[in-house]
């Protein structure tokens, strides 16, 4: 019994150890900014849908995200790292302009579907 109490007690500083190791390993912020690609340059968006955009979408959408406070704990940072580049990858609304007009009407019509 000694023993098992021994090994749970060591399981557990390691484990608490690399917990907090794992702090310091974070990602890269999302922050490089809007372009001149931002999908307001070529098409006029209403203010009201602008700012909806920027309150629902933009943080998983665009160059810049608002980070939540959990964000600094790892490995959630790197879960909404990941869940970030996702998101760029599929609708960048920063980029929207530099899109292909077939890819824009595609977007539109998801962006359609989702709503």
């Known amino acids: 019994m000694k023993l098992i109490k021994k090994i749970l007690k060591i399981t557990l500083y390691v484990l608490g150890f690399a917990i907090l190791i794992v702090q310091f390993i974070r990602p890269e912020k999302n922050a490089s900014g809007s372009s001149n690609n ?8 209403p203010a ?13 959408h665009s160059n810049t ?18 869940h970030i580049k996702d998101g760029k990858d599929e609708l ?23 709503v």
């Not at 931002?38 to 968006?45: E, G």
């Not at 009201?48 to 998983?60: A, F, G, P, R």
């Not at 609304?93 to 962006?111: G, H, L, T, V």
């Open 65 to 82: 995200t608002t980070y939540p406070w959990y964000a600094s704990v790892q490995p959630v940072g790197w879960w909404l790292a990941d």
């Open 38 to 45: 931002n999908i307001t340059t070529q098409f006029a968006v």
């Open 48 to 60: 009201e849908v602008e700012s909806m955009l920027k309150t629902s979408c933009y943080d998983c």
């Open 92 to 114: 960048n609304f920063d980029e929207f302009a530099s899109y292909s007009p077939r890819r824009q009407y595609k977007k539109f019509n998801e962006i359609v579907e989702q």
